[in-house]
C-alpha cells in the first residue's frame, strides 16, 4: 500500500483505546502489524473508517493528542430579539480551537465542520496554518444556515511530529436562543482527549446544562445524554464569569459532542 511504510508509529494510547477494542469486538478488519525497525504496515486501512485508520473522505490519517476548543460569549456577546437578529451584525462570539497533532502521512489533511444557526456567514482565521474553506452540504439540522469544512494546509509539517495548530472563528448573532442555547463539535480525527469549554456573559450566566453525544454521520439520530461526564464547573472571582469544561478522553470518531444550557 502507498504510503504506509512512512508511518513510522502509532501512540500506545491510540493501539490501546482504538484498535484493540475493535479487535475484541470482531470488527472483520483485518489489521496486520508488521515491526520492522519502527514501522507499521496496515492492511484493508480503507474497510472501516469507524477505526479511525482513515476519515470519511477517505482522506489519510492523522491524530490529535489533546484539542481544546472554547467558545467565548463574554467580550462582545450581545443579547439580541429575533428581529435583530436577523438584520445587522451586532453580537459576536469567538471560538478559538488548539490542536495538538501529528500527521503519520506526508498527504495528511486536517479538516474541520463548522455550521452556524445565524443567517450571517462566520469568518475564520488561524495564526499558524493557511485554511481552504469548502461548502458544506452534509448538514443534518434545520437550524443550520451556514456550513462549512475548513481545511488546514499542514504540508511542511513534519511525520509523527507534534505541532500546534491553531484557529478562531468569529459566530455573528449566534448562541443567542431566548431560553437556551447550544455549542457542539464533530471530531472529524482519532482524537486522545477533547475539551469543550463555554465561557458565558456576566448579565446573563446559564442556569442548567446538559451534555450531550450523537453518532455525526447518522442524520436521523437524536442527541443523548452522555454517561459519566467529566465537567468541569467554574467561575472567575473578578469578573463573575461562569464557565463549564468538558473533558472527553477517547471520543468517537464522527461524533457530535454538544454542550445545551438554559439561561
Not at 108 to 119: M, P, Q, V, Y
Not at 205 to 214: A, F, I, R, T
Not at 242 to 257: E, G, N, Q, R
Request: net charge positive; proline share 6%.
Amino acid at each position: 500500500m502507498q504510503g504506509s511504510k512512512q508511518i513510522s508509529k502509532l501512540n500506545s494510547w491510540y493501539l490501546k483505546d482504538k484498535v484493540q477494542p475493535a479487535i475484541v469486538a470482531g470488527i472483520a478488519t483485518v489489521i496486520a502489524l508488521l515491526i520492522a525497525g519502527t514501522f507499521v504496515v496496515y492492511r484493508q486501512w480503507r474497510s472501516n473508517p469507524a477505526l479511525g485508520l482513515l476519515d470519511d473522505a477517505g482522506e489519510p490519517l492523522i491524530l490529535i493528542d489533546k484539542a481544546t476548543v472554547s467558545l467565548d460569549l463574554t467580550k462582545e456577546w450581545k443579547e439580541l430579539d429575533e428581529k435583530q437578529r436577523k438584520e445587522v451584525k451586532a453580537s459576536k462570539g469567538v471560538l478559538s480551537g488548539t490542536f495538538v497533532t501529528r500527521k503519520l502521512h506526508p498527504d495528511a489533511k486536517f479538516g474541520h465542520r463548522l455550521g452556524t444557526t445565524s443567517r450571517f456567514q462566520p469568518e475564520w482565521r488561524s495564526a499558524t496554518h493557511v485554511i481552504q474553506a469548502k461548502k458544506d452540504d452534509r448538514k443534518c439540522s434545520p437550524e443550520v444556515q451556514h456550513s462549512y469544512m475548513l481545511y488546514f494546509d499542514i504540508s511542511k509539517e513534519p511525520i509523527d511530529s507534534p505541532f500546534d495548530l491553531l484557529y478562531e472563528i468569529d459566530f455573528w448573532n449566534a448562541h443567542n436562543g431566548e431560553k437556551g442555547d447550544w455549542h457542539a463539535f464533530y471530531v472529524a480525527h482519532p482524537t486522545k482527549q477533547l475539551t469543550i469549554k463555554v465561557s458565558f456573559p456576566p448579565n446573563k450566566p446559564y442556569k442548567s446544562y446538559e451534555v450531550k453525544s450523537v453518532d455525526g454521520l447518522d442524520c436521523n439520530a437524536k442527541p443523548v445524554p452522555h454517561e459519566n461526564p467529566n465537567v468541569q464547573e467554574g467561575i472567575d472571582e473578578k469578573t463573575g464569569v461562569k464557565t463549564i469544561a468538558w473533558i472527553v478522553d477517547s471520543p468517537k470518531l464522527h461524533w457530535i459532542y454538544r454542550i445545551e444550557w438554559k439561561w
